[in-house]
């Protein structure tokens, strides 16, 4: 934690593979072997070739992840010419015999992503650089072989980085230096809200696209010096060393033991020939010390530090409850900087794997460590994933800095490493940061109530960072009203992206507290939100449970790492359709949090799915023409001939249905319908009814079914369905599509089947529903 900062400082598939809520991960999984990666990448590019992409696009294993038992999550990078676009990846969940079963993915590859000749386009973030020499060949096209040769050196670029970030530092690892694609963005607003008032813009008035390219290198610095941690990422041009953009890279909060804020506590040791130890080998494998550990740091300096030995003791009561004296770190009086973090560590495992089956900070279990009395009354605690480990200083301003809720937040920043790995800047860093609060909070809720059990409690934790370190007794965040702080936003605004990553969370925090609390309706109270205007105007919360739920599925499995508010709130409403339903109150919740905080619109809050829909004032409308294909061909356009009562399949409801594919030929067949979306809508779904039956029996990609929309002469695939997803029976699939307020679109279903073996992607219920 920095004293001066609070808190030191379009989804290609979309299955409902979760059957419910108490649905755990699996155990922790093996990595993927050579063959088991190539073979994902393939059909990875197999989607590509059919969207009419060429081999110079590909994709680059970076991480997997345990998904629910017998599925695995794995993050592909996307790459042009063997080189990685910074930004542009997908997240992708295989089944057991490595089957694609879902994507998520933010696409910023040259001459796919969206442009920045869209209208209503604003001012460059000021991070970018400026326009000499020239770069790379048009937002709209690949850049050519000659434009993706660097004039400069890897060294060459860790130089300028150094020069610009801190001459005089000294390397606490050695630097790195990528060559990469970097896609230069910008903000333009949507044409429904060109002419709005900048003061009143929603976040999904408004996107981020690409305004051009540039060849790159990122730079990885992590520095020390005069007893400060320097760890920043840094973009260099290429071609003349100019630095494109830089942002923080150190993600700061800030037996029996006694410890300092939670009395005598229970903490897991292990015994030596001398006594006991702080290593509890039950809980992770691996890593440094063969299971999670606490060691004695012992004032080993910042710049470089050393995490020492594992705290031993000869009786198994540790410590003595007190605020650090500055005297020996072993003494009972140094111990208790060691119980405090051994109980936190072990509640914030706990708290994820018997909740979410998530096992340590990878999800494959690999065990971390925490190194206590860092530095000389050091008022900073830091989490460090170049050892998967943190450490935490003594304080001066503050007291010891190994509270409960401010270890969760640390290891929280470890999960999302793993994870979405979210970039620590902009929005996206505010997300990040915000992920690490409500991990905190979460964790500190879990061990106040017993930290046992498989589920969050309803309370416990005080929603508040850092109350228990600061000697004042203000708290370092509000989750609540994150502006109490003087510098936090307590809704999204155009200008969120400019601010420090530990300000730009307070509006995902406030959502997060609203989603679990919910809110008041009293205009006076800090739980009031004035972008609440439907009923009941207090919107009710779902419980910290099913909250964080939620919130956990949607970064693990959803995110990338470029995700900003507008694609968090879809993404998260995404994961509640998944776990809860469509039309639950789960899912209501979700839309109603993210509402108040100027993400989307309010909605009506009766229903849900006791009621079985939305509900509210207004009656949701049918834009969708004939979508049960009852009145035959009325309303759709293409290739017709498909609609009708077609012998070997059936219809979800009804008698007809659309039979696309089932050929066993080379075919091409697609079902295309134009639709006018109000300008007025608060909610906008698309659903549909889809069954697949194939007779492939390879695990390569034959037959595809994409399913996309075209809007102002530009077109998105909300998602693409294979011969490798097949479904026994009908599934209900659902996309939220409020971005698209006041347009005229194209829904097009859109079938391609190769030149053997049929695959049937049956259609049926298409509804778009508007309020």
Same mark, same amino acid.
């Given at each position: 934690m920095n004293p001066r900062l609070p808190l030191i400082a379009a989804s290609l598939a979309f299955a409902p593979w979760l059957a419910g809520a108490a649905q755990l991960m699996s155990a922790p999984v093996a990595l993927a072997t050579p063959q088991e990666s190539a073979s994902l990448v393939a059909q990875l590019?197999?989607?590509?070739? @059919?969207?009419? $992409?060429?081999?110079?696009?590909?994709?680059r294993i970076s991480s997997q992840h345990p998904g629910v038992v017998g599925q695995k999550i794995v993050r592909a990078q996307h790459t042009y010419k063997n080189l990685r676009v910074f930004g542009s990846e997908s997240v992708v969940v295989s089944n057991a015999a490595g089957e694609i079963v879902s994507v998520s993915s933010a696409d910023r590859r040259p001459g796919i992503a969206p442009q920045a000749s869209m209208p209503g386009e604003t001012a460059p973030g000021p991070v970018t650089a400026p326009a000499s020499p020239p770069p790379l060949s048009s937002a709209t096209a690949p850049p050519s072989p000659a434009e993706l040769t660097p004039t400069l050196s890897g060294d060459d670029?860790?130089?300028?980085?150094? #020069?610009?970030?801190? /001459?005089?530092?000294?390397?606490r690892w050695p630097p790195s230096a990528e060559l990469l694609i970097y896609p230069v963005m910008k903000t333009v607003r949507s044409a429904a809200a060109l002419n709005k008032p900048a003061d009143q813009l929603n976040a999904l008035d408004v996107e981020e696209v690409v305004d051009h390219y540039e060849l790159a290198y990122l730079v990885q610095l992590r520095m020390a010096q005069d007893g400060k941690l320097i760890y920043y990422d840094v973009v260099v041009k290429a071609r003349n060393g100019e630095i494109i953009a830089r942002w923080p890279a150190l993600q700061t909060v800030i037996g029996t033991g006694n410890s300092q804020y939670? &009395?005598?506590? =229970?903490?897991? +040791?292990? =015994?030596? !020939?001398?006594?006991?130890?702080?290593l509890d080998a039950t809980r992770g494998s691996g890593g440094k010390f063969g299971g999670m550990a606490i060691t004695n740091a012992n004032h080993s300096s910042p710049n470089s530090p050393d995490p020492g030995d594992i705290y031993s003791n000869s009786s198994n009561t540790w410590g003595d409850g007190q605020q650090y004296n500055g005297g020996g770190t072993t003494t009972a009086n140094g111990q +208790?900087?060691?119980?405090?973090?051994?109980? &936190?560590?072990?509640?914030?495992?706990?708290?994820?794997?018997?909740v979410l089956g998530w096992q340590s900070l990878d999800g494959n279990n690999t065990a971390t460590y925490i190194a206590a009395h860092i530095g000389t009354a050091y008022d900073n605690a830091f989490y460090d994933d170049s050892c998967l480990c943190m450490y935490i200083g003594d304080g001066n301003s503050f007291t010891s800095l190994g509270a409960i809720d401010v270890i969760g937040h640390e290891m929280s920043h470890g999960v999302t490493a793993a994870t979405a790995d979210l970039i620590y800047t902009g929005e996206s860093g505010g997300l990040n940061e915000s992920h690490s609060d409500i991990g905190g909070e979460m964790v500190e809720a879990y061990a106040r109530r017993? &930290?046992?059990?498989?589920?969050? /409690?309803a309370a416990g934790n005080d929603w508040m960072l850092g109350t228990e370190i600061s000697k004042s007794g203000q708290p370092l965040r509000w989750m609540y009203r994150p502006g109490k702080d003087g510098s936090s936003q307590d809704a999204w605004s155009s200008g969120l992206k400019d601010l420090d990553v530990h300000y730009s969370s307070g509006p995902n925090n406030r959502m997060f507290y609203f989603l679990a609390q919910g809110s008041k309706a009293d205009a006076s109270s800090d739980y009031h939100s004035p972008y609440l205007n439907k009923a009941p105007a207090a919107m009710t919360g779902i419980g910290s449970d099913k909250a964080y739920r939620i919130w956990f599925k949607a970064l693990t499995t959803k995110f990338t790492s470029s995700t900003n508010y507008a694609d968090a709130r879809n993404k998260v409403l995404q994961a509640a359709q998944e776990l809860y339903g469509n039309g639950s109150r789960e899912a209501i919740a979700v839309q109603r949090a993210?509402?108040?905080?100027?993400?989307?619109?309010?909605?009506?809050?009766?229903?849900?799915?006791?009621?079985?829909?939305? &509900?509210? *004032?207004?009656? !949701?409308?049918? #834009?969708?023409?004939?979508?049960?294909? *009852?009145?035959?061909?009325?309303?759709?356009?293409?290739?017709t001939g498909v609609i009708g009562a077609h012998d070997g399949q059936t219809p979800h409801q009804g008698s007809r249905f659309a039979w696309l594919g089932g050929n066993g030929r080379r075919t091409n067949e697609t079902l295309t319908q134009q639709l006018q979306i109000p300008a007025t809508a608060s909610s906008i779904q698309l659903s549909f009814a889809l069954h697949i039956d194939t007779d492939e029996t390879s695990n390569t990609v034959y037959d595809t079914l994409t399913v996309s929309l075209r809007a102002g002469?530009?077109?998105?695939?909300?998602?693409?369905?294979?011969? $490798?997803? =097949?479904?026994?029976?009908?599934?209900? @699939?659902?996309?939220?599509? $409020? =971005?698209?307020?006041?347009?005229?679109?194209?829904?097009?279903?859109?079938? $391609?089947?190769?030149?053997?073996? #049929?695959?049937?992607?049956?259609?049926?219920?298409?509804?778009?529903?508007?309020?």
């Open positions: 590019t197999a989607l590509d070739a @059919r969207a009419g $992409l060429t081999a110079d696009y590909s994709f670029a860790v130089n300028a980085a150094v #020069q610009a970030i801190a /001459p005089s530092a000294t390397h939670n &009395g005598v506590v =229970p903490i897991s +040791t292990s =015994p030596t !020939a001398g006594g006991f130890q702080m +208790t900087a060691a119980v405090n973090a051994l109980w &936190g560590l072990m509640n914030t495992y706990d708290a994820n794997k018997n017993g &930290g046992a059990g498989a589920e969050i /409690p993210y509402a108040a905080i100027n993400v989307g619109a309010d909605i009506d809050e009766a229903g849900g799915s006791d009621g079985g829909g939305d &509900g509210g *004032e207004s009656e !949701a409308v049918e #834009q969708v023409v004939n979508g049960g294909f *009852e009145d035959g061909i009325t309303g759709w356009s293409g290739s002469g530009a077109s998105t695939t909300l998602a693409t369905y294979t011969n $490798l997803t =097949p479904a026994g029976g009908y599934q209900l @699939r659902s996309f939220d599509l $409020l =971005p698209f307020k006041g347009q005229t679109i194209t829904l097009s279903f859109a079938m $391609l089947e190769d030149r053997s073996k #049929q695959t049937s992607f049956v259609l049926d219920k298409v509804s778009l529903l508007t309020k």
